[in-house]
């Protein structure tokens, strides 16, 4: 069974910093883009960013981009997204995610239950 | 950036009903769509992708079409347990948007 665990939420205070992680199990991540997506609460989905295999590409959406920063592991068959800056506007649920193919142009399979971003003062 | 909009943004039906929801991208993404499926406090599931493929262990009254920019997503015969929020995304950029989302309600 392929999960995907992310970790490493919380409350911060504006202008603050945050890194999530995302470990994967039943799953060889190193096969597949890896992405991040958010929900601010009530809210839509939001795309974050995106990784390929070798964490050699990244792209990221115009509201998080200098922000926020994904990377990988693959010996620890992890995901990370190191944020920054953080404002109100960021919180959110955050999703990590992985693409159904093995190309960056592909759908969203597998998720993530999600981990609370909170910022506030 | 490609936006996606998606109506209605709420819709009412009853269990039996046809229902479909429509996504339109503000320029060509080469079926590079997919649909979404989204309950309470659950990570969203994957129900379609490239437009028109089923996911594998989606029920088949799901379905999904294109023509040209406009992207609909039908759920034949609902069910009690199809009521949730739908979203729409395209992936046709390395810059992906999603839909605005469509709860569907029990009438």
């Known amino acids: 069974e392929v999960r995907l665990v992310e970790s490493g939420g919380g409350l911060v205070q504006p202008g603050g910093s945050l890194r999530l992680s995302c470990g994967a199990s039943?799953?060889?991540?190193?096969?597949?883009?890896m992405t991040w997506v958010r929900q601010a609460p009530g809210k839509g989905l939001e795309w974050v960013a995106n990784?390929?295999?070798?964490?050699?590409?990244?792209y990221y959406g115009d509201s998080v981009k200098a922000r926020f920063t994904i990377s990988r592991d693959n010996a620890k068959n992890s995901v990370y997204l190191q944020m920054s800056s953080l404002s109100v506007e960021d919180t959110a649920v955050y999703y990590c995610?992985?693409?159904?193919?093995?190309?960056?142009?592909?759908?969203?399979?597998?998720w993530g239950q999600g981990t609370l971003v909170t910022v506030s003062s | 950036d490609i936006q996606m909009t998606q109506s209605p943004s709420t819709l009412s039906a009853s269990v039996g009903d046809t229902v479909s929801i429509t996504c339109r991208a503000s320029?060509?993404?080469?079926?590079?769509l997919a649909w979404y499926q989204q309950k309470p406090g659950k990570a969203p599931k994957l129900l379609i992708y490239k437009a028109s493929n089923l996911e594998s262990g989606v029920p088949p009254r799901f379905s999904g079409s294109a023509s040209g920019t406009e992207f609909t997503l039908t759920i034949s015969s609902l069910q009690p347990d199809d009521f949730a929020t739908y979203y729409c995304?395209?992936?046709?950029?390395?810059?992906?948007?999603f839909g605005q989302g469509t709860k569907l309600e029990i009438k």
């Open positions: 039943g799953f060889t991540l190193s096969y597949h883009w």
């Open positions: 995304q395209q992936y046709h950029t390395n810059s992906y948007t």
């Open positions: 995610a992985s693409l159904r193919g093995f190309s960056g142009y592909d759908a969203i399979d597998y």
């Open positions: 320029f060509k993404i080469s079926n590079y």
């Open positions: 990784i390929n295999t070798d964490g050699g590409e990244k």
